[in-house]
């Protein structure tokens, strides 16, 4: 490892923030803290909020769940808007509730819910919000640099995200784009907070360090992802998961199986299936087969949706050969338990989804 007060980190450092920010669009600093993505939905909590104040969560499924219990945790006085899981948020119930308790300062919202593979109009909600003049944080860890975000635009305060998801690197920083009005904000906060201060941090990292010491190799990882990102361009980036998810979708659908988020608000980073299976043993089961005997590894559900769905993930350094690897094995998997007979008919309709909106009759030849 290098020294990480050296001038070789402090180049790693402005190539990884300035990349950040390039990936975030945005002109904020991006913070990087030692931790996964939960430690940064600490973070944004811990500035800026004080005891006993009023902030609102939208929750769409665990990740939601776990930002406003770290709310309560802190003693913040927590408005939950919750919806029923594989359902988005409606911006209309936000300005709603906003309406209503005119003493919410700041509102906590899920980008992308990794849980349930819904995501939200983050445009429309980040509207209502800004109009009324609230402070927005925004868990956007799978899907930032991934799915399109535009925070500076949209007027989000803190954005959190997390290596291990779109940046294609290991776990273990958090890293959380905050605004002057956010910075501004927790200087008044008064939540208890020692290693997840934005205050203390901007200082360490206006010299290029970070407050404690940080995962150095990570950081390398990090870089080496940006790289690759600004080689492929960031909107092209984004179109590549927009076909990829479109291909899991339809084949997953043709295969015959049901997709549990709402249609039109269906994550281009994650896909929850519902089970075809008759007891969450029997799931358990086939998601065990489909890993040794063919090294395809899909997740099961959290929370209440554990034994009831599983899901896919198709984010960061995924492409349309991967697609049709993961249908075609999948549906061999189905058809080894029994569960389909028949195979061969998810990937005619990836490719039919992967046509669509390619300007050529034929989708780009892979190099
Ligand atoms: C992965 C993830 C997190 C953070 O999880 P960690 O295990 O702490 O990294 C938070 N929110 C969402 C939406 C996620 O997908």
Redesign the pocket.
């Known amino acids: 490892m290098i020294n990480h007060r050296g001038p070789e980190f402090a180049a790693l450092m402005e190539d990884v923030t300035q990349g950040l920010q390039w990936a975030l669009r945005t002109g904020n600093d991006v913070l990087l803290f030692p931790?996964?993505?939960?430690?940064?939905?600490e973070a944004a909590v811990v500035n800026t909020l004080s005891p006993g104040e009023k902030a609102l969560f939208c929750t769409m499924?665990?990740?939601?769940n776990?930002?406003a219990a770290i709310g309560e945790a802190y003693g913040a006085d927590v408005v939950r808007l919750e919806v029923p899981q594989g359902e988005p948020i409606d911006p209309e119930d936000v300005e709603r509730i906003l309406a209503a308790h005119p003493a919410i300062t700041t509102v906590f919202v899920?980008?992308?819910?990794?849980?349930t593979g819904v995501s939200n109009d983050l445009p429309a909600i980040a509207a209502v919000v800004k109009s009324r003049g609230k402070l927005l944080c925004v868990?956007?860890?799978?899907?930032a640099g991934c799915l399109p975000l535009e925070t500076d635009a949209l007027g989000i305060d803190v954005c959190?995200t997390?290596s291990?998801?779109g940046w294609m690197a290991p776990?273990g920083v958090?890293m959380i784009a905050v605004s002057a009005a956010a910075f501004e904000r927790a200087q008044q906060a008064t939540l208890p907070r020692f290693y997840f201060d934005f205050t203390k941090e901007k200082k360490y990292q206006d010299k290029r360090q970070t407050f404690t010491t940080p995962p150095v190799s990570v950081l390398y990882a990090i870089q080496e992802g940006l790289a690759i990102m600004r080689e492929e361009g960031l909107e092209q980036v984004w179109q590549r998961h927009a076909l990829v998810g479109r291909m899991v979708r339809d084949g997953i659908e043709a295969i015959g199986l049901k997709l549990l988020a709402a249609e039109g608000h269906r994550s281009d980073t994650?896909t929850a299936v519902h089970s075809p299976a008759q007891s969450p043993d029997e799931l358990k089961d086939l998601l065990s087969h489909l890993r040794v005997r063919y090294g395809l590894v899909l997740a099961g559900g959290q929370d209440e949706l554990q034994g009831r769905i599983f899901r896919i993930g198709h984010l960061g350094m995924i492409d349309e050969t991967d697609v049709y690897q993961i249908l075609c094995v999948l549906e061999q998997g189905l058809s080894d338990r029994g569960f389909r007979s028949r195979v061969g008919l998810a990937a005619p309709a990836a490719q039919a989804a992967a046509r669509q909106g390619t300007p050529s009759a034929e989708p780009a030849p892979v190099a």
């Open positions: 931790a996964s993505g939960t430690g940064g939905l499924g665990s990740f939601g776990r930002w899920t980008h992308n819910e990794t849980s868990d956007s860890v799978s899907g959190v997390g291990q998801k776990p958090a994650v």
